[in-house]
């Protein structure tokens, strides 16, 4: 389908990171309820709704069926997408791309999740082992930071990093979201305590591990032009979704061919896709809010986004250029590793993000942010989307 | 009940202490794992080769977080074969006599842990070793 359109965030709701004890349905339905307020629009207008699947262990299954029987809303469009960190993303850019060609007019996009109701261990551990290959891969045993411990190991080792200074990452995104009420933690983190916190998979320490933690956030994405039922500008700022990027690469947890395991193809080449789409040169952006969920993920990304060259990235953070008044911010909000992760919604929070920068009501704002691009990503980043956000007028 | 699948023959020659790959006809690519169509040029025109299971350690860690039926601590990585292809494995060696570029052997062993393989449950599974530079 053509772009005929231009697709806005009209409104925004969010549920803060932490622990919750009713079920997820009704998360999703307090979190609507939320972003439909601050959308000024009624439940009736909703003519799409799009979703990440929930998690294996969520009991509810049929989730969007059964919600749109609770809420007595009638679609046009539904879907639940399962690409693991990447489903929000994916369910947000096709509601945008629907909006664009006018198959629905409003669209409503969520994700819920809680990761409090499982066992770390057990259940938990065992959907991740499915993630792998199940012939030759799972029964080894093997987590998700231990997959990220053997990028970290080959950045250090191809680009002669210091593996140290990575925890100055963590400390940034930390220190960013310490203010947020938002956010699953209230106090900042020093270079000690990350460097100190207990190994989980060398030489990955905890605190440069996403918290797993409950959560949930939603997004109401209308048409600015079309028929003249514009609702965004009712409310304050509209914000333009300006280009989408998408990118999976030929490969699967660490198992590229011939590329090294420290270049992230597919956040390149998605974020390329977006700031062609977007009008704007992808390191010409005024922030930058990543999937990120291990600190030498943010350095590489930062060089992928074409910020700084290979084995740069992490400088740029020691040099305070990716600090929220730096040169080009990265993660004001604080990113997965400052916020809590609850991997499903991770990707709207950053929308969310992107909405408040471009309204001027974020936690940590940046000055004059006129563009701003996020990530998702799952896997060992061997899937990505890129979405830019642009201040309306 | 137990499918046969196409890995089958992998399984098989494990059990006999042979590690198997593939190869393209087209191409020459080596892969791993096994599979119908070359990853490099498409070509349905593959065959199983043996390798020696020598190669070098592209990377590796130390897991102080594992699963229910896995001991606490596991140690396993990425070994680059010397025919080419990269592959995921355990390693039975202790984390701090590894290095990067280590020589490695893939070979058959005894699946020690107490997780369910499925149809898979009595064959053997594989782990790298160090090895001799010269080797
Ligand atoms: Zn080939």
């Known amino acids: 389908m053509t772009v005929t359109r231009t697709a806005s965030v009209a409104g925004i709701g969010l549920l803060p990171n932490g622990t919750y004890s009713i079920p997820e349905r009704e998360l999703a339905i307090d979190v609507i309820h939320e972003a439909l307020e601050d959308a000024a629009v009624s439940m009736a207008d909703v003519d799409g709704l799009y979703m990440p699947s929930p998690r294996p262990w969520t009991k509810q299954k049929f989730f969007s069926t059964n919600l749109l029987h609770l809420l007595g809303l009638e679609v046009d469009r539904t879907i639940e997408v399962s690409t693991g960190g990447t489903s929000g993303g994916k369910a947000f850019q096709t509601a945008v791309s629907d909006v664009r060609s006018g198959a629905v007019d409003t669209a409503l996009v969520f994700a819920v999740e809680r990761n409090s109701v499982i066992e770390t261990t057990g259940p938990y551990f065992d959907y991740i082992l499915s993630t792998f290959d199940a012939n030759f891969e799972s029964p080894i045993g093997m987590s998700i930071p231990g997959v990220y411990a053997q990028s970290m190991q080959r950045y250090c080792h191809e680009y002669d990093v210091k593996r140290e200074d990575l925890a100055e990452i963590v400390v940034k995104n930390r220190d960013n979201a310490a203010a947020d009420p938002d956010t699953l933690f209230d106090k900042p983190v020093d270079r000690e305590a990350v460097l100190g916190s207990r190994p989980i998979a060398d030489p990955i320490r905890l605190y440069e591990c996403p918290a797993p933690c409950d959560g949930g956030a939603a997004l109401v994405v209308t048409s600015d032009d079309g028929d003249g039922s514009d609702t965004s500008s009712e409310t304050e700022g509209t914000v333009e979704v300006a280009g989408l990027g998408s990118h999976h690469a030929a490969s699967h947890l660490l198992m590229t061919r011939d590329e090294s395991i420290t270049e992230l193809p597919a956040v390149r080449k998605a974020a390329r896709e977006a700031s062609r789409d977007g009008g704007r040169a992808r390191d010409e952006i005024d922030v930058y809010e990543p999937y990120a969920p291990f600190p030498h993920i943010e350095a590489i990304i930062t060089e992928e986004l074409g910020l700084v060259d290979r084995g740069a990235g992490l400088e740029a953070c020691l040099d305070g250029r990716t600090a929220a008044d730096g040169e080009f911010p990265i993660s004001p909000s604080g990113g997965c590793l400052g916020r809590g992760h609850p991997p499903m919604v991770t990707p709207l929070y950053n929308y969310v993000e992107a909405v408040r920068q471009l309204r001027g009501t974020a936690s940590t704002q940046v000055l004059d942010a006129n563009y701003v691009l996020t990530t998702s990503e799952h896997g060992h980043v061997n899937g990505a989307t890129a979405t830019v956000f642009a201040k309306g007028e | ?135």
């Open chain 2, 1 to 135: 009940m137990c499918e046969t699948s196409y890995t089958e023959r992998f399984w098989e020659a494990l059990s006999d202490g042979r590690f198997l790959i593939h190869t393209c006809n087209d191409c020459e690519e080596r892969f791993f794992p096994p599979a119908p169509v070359c990853p490099s040029c498409h070509s349905w025109s593959v065959d199983w080769i043996e390798s020696n299971g020598t190669g070098e350690l592209y990377s590796f860690t130390r897991q102080h977080a594992t699963a229910d039926g896995f001991p606490d601590e596991i140690v396993a990585g990425v070994v680059e074969l010397d025919e080419g292809p990269r592959l995921l494995t355990a390693i039975d060696e202790a984390y701090a006599d590894l290095v990067l570029g280590d020589r490695v052997r893939v070979e058959p062993r005894e699946y020690p842990h107490n997780y369910d393989r499925g149809c898979r449950s009595e064959y053997p599974f594989f782990a790298a070793t160090t090895i001799d530079g010269d080797e």
